[in-house]
């Protein structure tokens, strides 16, 4: 649009008195902002000036209009691959935000996609033929690789975006890396919250995230941000993290999380009327982790490197916290034992009181008597 100033002053005063007498109903200074010229003609014959209002071309709700075609552009249409536990509740978001939902998994869950408003695939080419922006991956961690060598790359369009959301990340990144050929973009994501733990609300959840190979085209780059959008627009807190860094936070925290959940889930805690704040938080974990199956929590053992030194770490923390509980016992009953005779140190102890054996021996020496053991030789002289 050339605004009538910038042309010529002469034409502007007679494009505005002209437009005033077309289109009476238009604000004057409204008018003037969407005046089009048509470029002069000749130099000094008659200008012909070709006035068009844009507002009378436009429907009166325009701005809805360009809004729905803004939210268009951003939707996106998501295959989830692994349509279980955390890929269906990932579903109901995704779909909820107006994005367009594929499903595919080992199991026939067509009804459950249909119900929520996704749209189901029993055969993986026809959903890569359907082109979807994203290929998201939903498989529990131990079955990862042998899913993604499955996929029929090539029916694909060549620069989809591929993202995971397995709990562990250096494990799929180098999986992915590996099987997928470079023009494939990748987004490997763990939303650190469940269908427990996220049931009501992400506000303030975790989410990480690490940007692994994405093309530098316009339209990829915004399409990595319409995916991290859907987190966003929830609340979530995002985390951009390394992959090898998040294994690392993750094997300290979730792993120990998941880990002392299942040991109090072997317990098989009593709900009482008497709960403690403290007792309700451990029937909460209890609850939070033993919904999730085994073998994500068998994914989180084998596919993290560090989760097995945390498991040493927690055994040695309890053999310690065993030792200094037991130590302590060790000290009241030796004050039991003993009473106030090491305290003075005159008063013959307790245990040189116990019975001897056969040849007159105490069982035990007494403090003094070994001591002097010692001296002679360690008490071979007997
Ligand atoms: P999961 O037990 O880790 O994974 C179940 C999914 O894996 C199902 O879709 C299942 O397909 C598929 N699957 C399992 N074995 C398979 C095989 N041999 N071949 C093909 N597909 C197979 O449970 P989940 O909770 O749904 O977790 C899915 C992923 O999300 C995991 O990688 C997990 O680490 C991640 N994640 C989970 C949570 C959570 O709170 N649950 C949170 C963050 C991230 P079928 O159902 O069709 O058998």
Not at 7 to 20: E, I, L, Q
Not at 85 to 101: E, M, P, S, Y
Not at 251 to 271: N, P, V, W
Not at 311 to 324: Q, T, W
């Amino acid at each position: 649009m050339i605004s009538i100033s910038s042309v010529n002053p002469t034409a502007a005063a007679a494009a505005t008195a002209a437009t005033s007498a077309a289109v009476p109903s238009i604000q004057p200074q409204r008018r003037q902002q969407l005046l089009f010229l048509s470029p002069p003609q000749h130099h000094h014959s008659r200008r012909c000036l070709t006035v068009r209002a844009i507002d009378a071309a436009q429907p009166y709700d325009y701005e809805a209009q360009l809004n729905q075609r803004f939210t268009q552009s951003t939707r996106l249409r998501i295959a989830i691959v692994g349509f279980g536990n955390f890929g269906q509740f990932l579903a109901k978001t995704f779909i909820r935000q107006g994005h367009t939902v594929y499903a595919f998994s080992r199991s026939n869950y067509s009804s459950i996609a249909q119900s929520m408003g996704a749209v189901y695939f029993s055969d993986v080419h026809d959903l890569c033929e359907n082109h979807p922006d994203v290929i998201l991956l939903c498989t529990s961690i131990l079955s990862t690789e042998q899913v993604l060598k499955s996929l029929p790359l090539q029916r694909l369009r060549r620069n989809t975006l591929f993202v995971d959301v397995l709990s562990v990340k250096e494990f799929p990144k180098n999986i992915f890396l590996q099987v997928l050929p470079t023009h494939f973009d990748i987004l490997c994501t763990h939303p650190m919250f469940g269908p427990e733990s996220g049931k009501y609300s992400w506000q303030d959840l975790p989410f990480v995230y690490d940007k692994v190979r994405i093309g530098d085209e316009d339209s990829r780059l915004k399409r990595v941000d319409n995916f991290l959008d859907i987190f966003k627009k929830e609340g979530c807190r995002m985390v951009e993290m390394s992959c090898s860094k998040h294994d690392r936070y993750a094997a300290g925290s979730q792993f120990i999380t998941h880990t002392m959940g299942r040991i109090l889930e072997k317990l098989e805690l009593e709900d009482t009327p008497i709960n403690t704040r403290g007792y309700e938080t451990l029937l909460d974990l209890v609850e939070n982790t033993s919904s999730d199956s085994f073998d994500l929590y068998y994914g989180l053992f084998m596919y993290n490197k560090n989760a097995m030194e945390q498991i040493e770490r927690l055994d040695l923390a309890f053999e310690a916290l065993k030792k200094e509980l037991f130590g302590h016992i060790h000290e009241v009953l030796r004050k039991q034992l003993f009473g106030k005779s090491e305290e003075g140190g005159a008063q013959k102890p307790i245990l040189a009181k116990l019975p001897k054996n056969n040849n007159g021996t105490p069982l035990l020496p007494s403090p003094s008597e070994s001591v002097s053991s010692r001296g002679d030789g360690g008490g071979n002289g007997r």
